[in-house]
């Protein structure tokens, strides 16, 4: 059987096609069945599976063909290439289907109508043995930097089509790729099985680890198993193995790992899968041409071991010594945000000081006098003492114009006062606005009033003026203009 798959972790990967052809004892073919499957998610590129998206979205779902999945492979003999990921993915692909399936079935029971209709999809395959040639390679210490199918066969001595990408090969159907595969992979373990023993797993041996690979059970309970003792450091050659080391094994080993993992866990050592500047040793029995965890482990200058020497080391393993000491650095004080002095925040909390914070209100308000002078523009001190005069005196028209400052505050009784004068004083103070507004076209006020007037605001001089009143009118500016004229 050969697969093809979106990704390379069956946990958060599709399969998207699947192909097997049956042999008997003499080597006949007796039945092929290929089939591509849709998914209900990002099916991953062409050159992942050789599939277009035109044609995944033409398969099935694969909960309508795991019936005849099992069919096909229960209680027979399953010869796969890496048996970690292929059968990995083949079980995590059932077991999605059937908790949909029990999903739906139990949705259909809180209806009393369709209480007998019970959806059926099938169960995971029963294969009474899985026969992984990748693992069968390394157990008889084939040499090879390339794990993939076609390269194993090579270097096996096989004649077949070099794994690299071509362009004929890009333009050959997924159909008879796959064929090609599944027909190589029957080669190979022939010629394996002639040239010694091939590794045959149990199906329920295995279970799946945290990305969905199917590994022993040994395996999985070492990576889950809490650490007994700390990490002494890496491995000394020449030295003793300590309690507590940190080690990998690489596959590039005659023994079963599980064999070696078993062993040093039993002797309070902790495995991990994935290989880290932590590591104390690998096991590996390759020095030269290094590839996958060996290769790693010589660049991070990690020491690699053979199996049978880490197995002669466990039986002379040292005791761990003290655990050091760490001394623990002082938790440095958060240091204090930065505030605007300009802000009128109130006080952060925990500050016991009233005065502090009336200080600070107190500062705030003159702020936002002095925003509202800059906004009128009477940042001029000349200038705002001649506006508010005129302002002051024009009082008497109308309502007049209001400023926000204790000068305006203080001329409000002398234009209620005004209002009794004669019509030339007002023109004279009509005059002195006139030539106080062209003084304010000269500063950066009358723009900002200019503006508020012209969004609707009610800001400015015109605060207390109702907004349907025109300054410039009968009684505005231009009427006493006339008015001064006439005198």
């Known amino acids: 059987m050969s697969l093809g798959s979106s990704g390379i972790h069956p946990a958060t990967s599709r399969l998207i096609s699947f192909d097997a052809v049956t042999y008997n004892a003499a080597g006949e073919i007796g039945e092929a069945t290929f089939m591509v499957f849709s998914p209900d998610s990002d099916p991953g590129p062409k050159h992942q599976h050789g599939l277009s998206q035109e044609e995944v979205a033409a398969g099935i779902p694969f909960s309508k063909a ?131 023993e091939v590794v045959c797993l149990d199906p329920a041996e295995l279970r799946a680890d945290k990305f969905g690979l199917q590994r022993s059970h040994i395996r999985v309970d070492a990576m889950e198993a809490p650490r007994m003792h700390h990490n002494p450091g890496p491995y000394v050659p020449g030295r003793e193995l300590v309690r507590g080391m940190e080690f990998v094994v690489a596959p590039e080993i005659a023994i079963d790992p599980d064999i070696i993992i078993e062993a040093a866990v039993r002797q309070e050592m902790n495995y991990v899968e994935k290989l880290s500047r932590e590591t104390s040793v690998v096991v590996c029995n390759v020095t030269t041409d290094l590839v996958g965890k060996a290769m790693h482990a010589d660049r991070k200058d990690i020491p690699l071991m053979g199996d049978e020497a880490f197995l002669a080391a466990l039986e002379r393993i040292a005791e761990p010594g003290p655990k050091p000491e760490v001394e623990e650095r002082p938790t440095t004080a958060p240091r204090p945000q930065k505030r605007n002095p300009h802000s009128s925040a109130p006080a952060r909390r925990g500050s016991s000081a009233g005065g502090a914070s009336s200080a600070n209100s107190s500062s705030g308000k003159s702020n936002n006098r002095r925003r509202r002078r800059r906004r009128s523009g009477s940042s001029n001190p000349a200038h705002s003492n001649a506006q508010n005069q005129s302002q002051g005196q024009n009082q008497g028209q109308g309502g007049g114009n209001q400023q926000h400052s204790h000068s305006d505050n203080k001329q409000r009784p002398q234009s209620h006062d005004a209002q009794e004068k004669s019509p030339q004083s007002q023109s004279g103070s009509n005059s002195g606005q006139d030539s106080g507004q062209g003084r304010n076209h000269q500063g950066g006020g009358s723009k900002n009033n200019n503006r508020r007037r012209r969004r609707g605001g009610r800001g400015g001089r015109n605060r207390n003026r109702s907004r349907g009143h025109d300054n410039r009118g009968a009684d505005g500016n231009r009427g006493a203009g006339e008015q001064k004229k006439q005198s």
């Open 66 to 196: 795991l019936k005849r999945v099992d069919r096909i492979l229960d209680d027979r003999t399953l010869i796969v290439h890496d048996a970690t990921v292929t059968w990995g993915f083949l079980v995590s692909e059932a077991r999605r289907a059937m908790t949909a399936a029990a999903r739906q079935n139990r949705s259909r029971n809180r209806n009393s109508r369709n209480r007998s209709r019970r959806i059926k999809v099938g169960h995971i395959p029963r294969p009474t043995g899985i026969i992984d040639t990748l693992a069968t390679a390394r157990r008889q210490e084939l040499p090879i930097t390339d794990l993939r199918l076609a390269a194993v066969a090579i270097a096996s001595g096989i004649a077949a089509t070099p794994p690299t990408a071509t362009v004929d090969r890009a333009q050959t159907p997924a159909e008879e790729t796959a064929r090609e595969n599944t027909a190589l992979l029957w080669q190979l373990h022939k010629l394996q099985a002639q040239r010694g």
